[in-house]
């Protein structure tokens, strides 16, 4: 394996920091605060090429490698996590399932919009009673005609709010087979579908995490994505290379972490001294780094393999393990570092601390990414 970056990958990476430093940086917070959606950012990010990273050249994007993908998260992610997010769903899940299971025509209508973020695309698999379970889902589907009739609620999609088409998954209202989903791309302006909650939640707040809810919501029927009761194959696939996003996305939070404990530490004076002249700051700060370091390398190895068109779900579910519990303990470490001013609103590590938490919960919990790992090695 190369650890080494090609010249394109450096050039990327320094691009997307250079605009996360100079466009992100300075409004990131107040989105945050005010909760607002980074609808503009979203465009420039766009006007830079990037929300076609899993779009291929004929329909418009740029069909970049994983690993690149995963710099890109990474860099996005150290300033904005809420957009690392938004951008992470889009391009690893809505345009990356398209590209992969979509007709023609479908590719036809949705990617081009999506590289130029006149679509912005969400990921609706989870409901109120199936999260990790996610088989157990009750949003049903039935065939009229050239029409799918969709009925139920689904929660906690990203960007639900300002989203303009969903890869959403239900099941046949008479299926025999239980457990078969199948996935559907809904456009927002559905006859029947309404946005009807958006979550409160601990972090990530510029990310409009939202209730969609169906009642007799209608489709056409060539929006189904690939065949009826192959829903289940699609969404495991697509999250097993999406998790790679997620580990990149906790890297890129867990730098910034390391980054303002370290500038902290070495600006705060205690009995005299800067607190990093303290040892346990400093092995705090040495086991944070050596844990950013696995993190990105196992989230490397993970968009490496999926490069080399080689299986990579167990590499996948070991990265988004691994990163986003490692994340968690930077964060806190950090957070310790900075005392009492790291409980405070005013510096950016409260944000960082409560942005980290959900890290081990979406796209599959810590405990569903060990079953997943254990599942290849006792097979
Ligand atoms: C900020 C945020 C954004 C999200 N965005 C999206 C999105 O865009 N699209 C989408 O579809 N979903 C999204 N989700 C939902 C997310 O994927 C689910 O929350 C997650 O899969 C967990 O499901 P749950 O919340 O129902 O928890 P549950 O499945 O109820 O789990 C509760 C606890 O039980 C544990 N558990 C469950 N089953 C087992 C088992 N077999 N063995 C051991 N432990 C187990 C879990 O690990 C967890 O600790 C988002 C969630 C959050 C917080």
């Given at each position: 394996?190369?650890?080494?970056?090609?010249?394109?990958?450096?050039?990327?990476?320094?691009?997307?920091?250079?605009?996360?430093?100079?466009?992100?940086?300075?409004?990131?917070?107040?989105?945050?605060?005010?909760?607002?959606?980074?609808?503009?950012?979203?465009?420039?990010?766009?006007?830079?090429?990037?929300?076609?990273?899993?779009?291929?050249?004929?329909?418009?994007?740029?069909?970049?490698?994983?690993?690149?993908?995963?710099?890109?998260?990474?860099?996005?992610?150290?300033?904005?996590?809420?957009?690392?997010?938004?951008?992470?769903?889009?391009?690893?899940?809505?345009?990356?399932?398209?590209?992969?299971?979509?007709?023609?025509?479908?590719?036809?209508?949705?990617?081009?919009?999506?590289?130029?973020?006149?679509?912005?695309?969400?990921?609706?698999?989870?409901?109120?009673?199936?999260?990790?379970?996610?088989?157990?889902?009750?949003?049903?589907?039935?065939?009229?005609?050239?029409?799918?009739?969709?009925?139920?609620?689904?929660?906690?999609?990203?960007?639900?709010?300002?989203?303009?088409?969903?890869?959403?998954?239900?099941?046949?209202?008479?299926?025999?087979?239980?457990?078969?989903?199948?996935?559907?791309?809904?456009?927002?302006?559905?006859?029947?579908?309404?946005?009807?909650?958006?979550?409160?939640?601990?972090?990530?707040?510029?990310?409009?995490?939202?209730?969609?809810?169906?009642?007799?919501?209608?489709?056409?029927?060539?929006?189904?994505?690939?065949?009826?009761?192959?829903?289940?194959?699609?969404?495991?696939?697509?999250?097993?290379?999406?998790?790679?996003?997620?580990a990149?996305q906790s890297v890129g939070l867990a730098s910034?972490c390391l980054?303002?404990?370290?500038?902290?530490?070495?600006?705060?004076?205690?009995?005299?001294?800067?607190?990093?002249?303290?040892?346990?700051?400093?092995?705090?700060?040495?086991d944070m780094s050596t844990q950013l370091d696995a993190s990105r390398l196992l989230a490397?190895?993970?968009?490496?393999?999926?490069?080399?068109?080689?299986?990579?779900?167990?590499?996948?579910?070991m990265a988004k393990l691994f990163a986003s519990e490692a994340a968690n303990k930077i964060a806190y470490e950090a957070?310790?570092?900075?005392?009492?001013?790291?409980?405070?609103?005013?510096?950016?590590?409260?944000?960082?601390?409560?942005?980290a938490?959900?890290l081990t919960?979406?796209?599959?919990?810590s405990?569903?990414?060990?079953?997943?790992?254990?599942?290849?090695?006792?097979?």
């Amino acid at each position: 394996m190369n650890f080494k970056l090609n010249e394109e990958q450096k050039m990327l990476k320094e691009m997307v920091r250079h605009f996360a430093e100079n466009e992100i940086s300075p409004v990131a917070k107040e989105l945050e605060q005010k909760r607002e959606f980074p609808s503009t950012l979203i465009k420039k990010l766009a006007e830079l090429g990037l929300m076609g990273m899993s779009v291929p050249e004929k329909y418009g994007g740029s069909e970049t490698d994983s690993l690149s993908v995963s710099l890109v998260i990474e860099e996005i992610s150290r300033v904005s996590p809420s957009l690392a997010v938004i951008f992470s769903v889009h391009s690893s899940l809505f345009c990356y399932s398209i590209s992969k299971f979509g007709t023609e025509e479908q590719k036809r209508k949705y990617l081009p919009k999506a590289a130029e973020a006149k679509i912005l695309g969400a990921f609706s698999l989870s409901e109120s009673e199936a999260g990790s379970d996610a088989t157990a889902l009750k949003t049903s589907f039935v065939k009229k005609g050239d029409k799918y009739i969709l009925n139920g609620i689904k929660t906690w999609v990203t960007s639900g709010k300002n989203a303009n088409a969903f890869i959403l998954f239900a099941k046949h209202k008479t299926a025999s087979e239980k457990r078969k989903l199948s996935a559907f791309i809904v456009d927002k302006d559905s006859p029947g579908l309404k946005i009807t909650k958006v979550e409160d939640k601990m972090g990530l707040h510029s990310s409009m995490t939202s209730e969609i809810t169906l009642e007799d919501c209608e489709i056409p029927s060539s929006n189904i994505l690939g065949n009826e009761g192959q829903g289940t194959k699609i969404a495991f696939h697509c999250l097993d290379y999406s998790r790679i996003g997620i580990a990149s996305q906790s890297v890129g939070l867990a730098s910034r972490c390391l980054e303002e404990a370290i500038k902290y530490s070495t600006q705060r004076q205690a009995f005299g001294k800067n607190i990093s002249s303290f040892q346990t700051i400093q092995f705090k700060i040495a086991d944070m780094s050596t844990q950013l370091d696995a993190s990105r390398l196992l989230a490397y190895r993970a968009a490496y393999l999926a490069d080399q068109g080689q299986p990579f779900s167990k590499e996948s579910a070991m990265a988004k393990l691994f990163a986003s519990e490692a994340a968690n303990k930077i964060a806190y470490e950090a957070l310790q570092i900075h005392g009492g001013y790291g409980y405070s609103k005013e510096f950016l590590i409260e944000q960082l601390y409560r942005d980290a938490r959900a890290l081990t919960i979406y796209e599959g919990t810590s405990e569903i990414q060990r079953i997943v790992i254990s599942r290849y090695l006792l097979r």
